[in-house]
């Protein structure tokens, strides 16, 4: 770990033979991207997942994503890998360059890794600082972070059950 990331886990309780699932988020817009993650982790226990399972990093932004999933995936220790952030225009440079770099670097990880990478990872076109643009985001990634849950979990257990055929 360095200095830009930081590690939770929820609990140590987890049996030590089973895999777990890793849960990166950039910390730019961390008060809208931070709603994925806690609907992430309310969907994850809702599903019958235990949250003793999940590890939580933190990168500084999403362009980091891809590496730090990559390390991961390549520890053999996670089931699933979830990313979430926001890449919004902000004029430096263009967002549709960054994100076409993440989403294409996440799929590489799981297409080279054979670990599912799941992504939360919004791309809108416009976004203002305005208070309805960063309320409907905030919202929006409530729901976004119920939905790659779900797709987690089902995936997970799907490639679980492939492995007893």
Same mark, same amino acid.
């Given at each position: 770990?360095?200095?830009?990331?930081?590690?939770?886990?929820?609990? =140590?309780?987890?049996?030590?033979? %089973?895999?777990?699932?890793?849960?990166?988020?950039?910390?730019?817009?961390r008060?809208?991207?931070? !709603?994925?993650?806690?609907?992430?982790?309310e969907?994850?226990?809702?599903?019958?997942?235990?949250?003793?399972?999940?590890?939580?990093?933190?990168? *500084?932004?999403?362009?980091?994503? *891809?590496?730090?999933?990559?390390?991961?995936? !390549?520890? $053999?220790?996670?089931?699933?890998?979830?990313?979430?952030?926001?890449?919004?225009?902000? $004029?430096?440079?263009?967002?549709?360059?960054?994100?076409?770099?993440?989403?294409?670097?996440?799929?590489?990880? !799981?297409?080279? =890794?054979?670990?599912?990478?799941?992504?939360?990872?919004?791309? *809108?076109?416009?976004?203002h600082s305005?208070?309805?643009?960063? =309320?409907?985001f905030?919202?929006?990634?409530?729901?976004?972070g119920?939905?790659?849950?779900?797709?987690?979990? %089902?995936?997970?257990?799907?490639?679980?059950?492939?492995?007893?055929?």
């Amino acid at each position: 770990m360095n200095a830009f990331e930081t590690k939770h886990s929820l609990s =140590t309780n987890a049996n030590e033979g %089973e895999r777990r699932i890793a849960f990166v988020q950039a910390c730019w817009h961390r008060d809208i991207v931070d !709603q994925c993650k806690i609907a992430f982790l309310e969907t994850m226990h809702s599903q019958d997942y235990t949250l003793e399972h999940v590890d939580l990093y933190e990168v *500084p932004g999403v362009f980091e994503i *891809p590496l730090h999933a990559k390390l991961l995936a !390549q520890s $053999g220790k996670y089931a699933g890998i979830v990313a979430a952030g926001l890449i919004v225009n902000g $004029g430096i440079y263009r967002h549709d360059f960054v994100s076409t770099a993440v989403i294409n670097g996440l799929m590489q990880v !799981q297409l080279e =890794t054979g670990t599912p990478v799941f992504t939360a990872v919004l791309t *809108p076109h416009n976004f203002h600082s305005s208070e309805e643009h960063i =309320t409907f985001f905030r919202e929006h990634f409530v729901v976004k972070g119920a939905e790659v849950a779900k797709a987690c979990v %089902e995936t997970v257990r799907k490639i679980a059950s492939l492995a007893t055929v």
